[in-house]
């Protein structure tokens, strides 16, 4: 019995826990504001300068920051799923470095934000057809060369993103540096960022016995009709259009995709019914966690996020490469 609400508690302490970050991240900053004012300004608007700090800077930033997070998260959760790796993540196969040198293109020529959307979900989905085009081989693919062609991947986007910031425009070098780090400052769409978290999750949920039996392998997944080659390429594409809107709004943040899905599954087990929308708070909540800590270290100056989350995220790689060489 107490299994069986496990995965239920922690579904619902990991909810309890986002609210009350999101709560604490309103109030904290460079300018503290009571918690009274702050529900104040949520419902009536006053006082102008708390509505103004409030429901204009921190609100939108901290649910950006949720949803961004949450997104990564769940596409780390698929694709260590579809190549049987706990150390697989948008990050490591390259997929993110693609979005990332599609975004700083369509930065340079200076599109909108919507150009810089469809730019950087354009470059994730090129980065992963092109890391399965060259992890192609006799029998088809692998998991094993599927990983190492995206590190291969990931390292040539890396070189060509260092080449885009030598060629760019200086006036626009900082900003462009700041974005790659990681960057919530100017994330504003997080309506629809949120709306494609929660349909992510939703339908993650629904695919869940699908993936349980991908995790088991292809012929085990063949055995039981389920078309698992269909369905790999559909979750790719997957995974591929939610980094590249991650990317897009806030920049290349690593290894949230590859700690928050494994940390989830060592705390609910691997029954992705619950481990996609666990992944989704979970990822939220860390990356809501590390943009409080990036904007209250050093107030009112702000660090990149990208790096506090690589800072907890090197030794915890590290430790997980142990475990799985083990």
């Known amino acids: 019995m107490r299994h069986r609400y496990l995965p239920l508690t922690a579904l619902f302490a990991l ?3 986002s609210v009350g970050l999101l709560v604490l991240s309103l109030t904290l900053g460079s ?3 009571p918690l009274r004012d702050v529900l104040s300004a949520l419902l009536t608007g006053e006082p102008a300068l ?4 409030v429901t204009g800077l921190r609100l939108p930033r901290a649910l950006a920051a949720f949803a961004v997070g949450g997104l990564l998260a ?3 959760a698929i694709l260590q799923v579809l190549l049987r790796n706990p150390l697989a993540d948008p990050y490591v196969l390259g997929v993110s470095g693609g979005a990332s040198v599609a975004a700083l293109l ?3 020529l200076g599109l909108p934000a919507l150009g810089v959307d469809g730019f950087a979900a354009a470059g994730a989905l090129a980065a992963c057809l092109l890391v399965f085009g060259l992890a192609h081989g006799p029998g088809g693919w692998t998991a094993t060369r599927l990983l190492l062609t995206g590190v291969v991947v990931a390292a040539g986007t890396g070189s060509v993103v260092a080449l ?3 060629l760019g425009d200086e006036t626009r070098l900082r900003g462009m540096v700041f974005w790659l780090l990681g960057d919530l400052s100017h994330a504003r769409r997080w309506p629809w960022l949120l709306g494609l978290l929660a349909v992510a999750a939703v339908a993650g949920t629904l695919l869940g016995r699908h993936l349980n039996v991908l995790a088991r392998g292809v012929v085990q997944a063949a055995s039981v009709g389920l078309d698992a ?3 790999q390429m559909g979750l790719f594409l997957a995974s591929s259009v939610l980094t590249g809107a991650a990317v897009s709004a806030a920049g290349s943040i690593g290894f949230v995709g590859l700690l928050t899905p494994h940390l989830v599954r060592l705390a609910v087990g691997s029954d992705h019914r619950i481990v996609l929308p ?3 708070l979970a990822g939220g909540l860390l990356l809501m966690a590390a943009d409080l800590a990036a904007r209250v270290a050093i107030a009112p100056r702000q660090l990149p996020v990208g790096a506090l989350t690589a800072l907890v995220g090197v030794p915890v790689f590290l430790l997980l490469v142990r475990r799985h060489r083990s």
């Open 15 to 17: 909810a309890a826990a």
């Open 31 to 33: 300018v503290s504001l």
């Open 50 to 53: 708390a509505q103004e700090v």
């Open 74 to 76: 769940v596409s780390g």
């Open 106 to 108: 369509a930065i340079m």
């Open 164 to 166: 885009l910031l030598a």
């Open 229 to 231: 080659r269909r369905v």
């Open 278 to 280: 666990a992944s989704a």
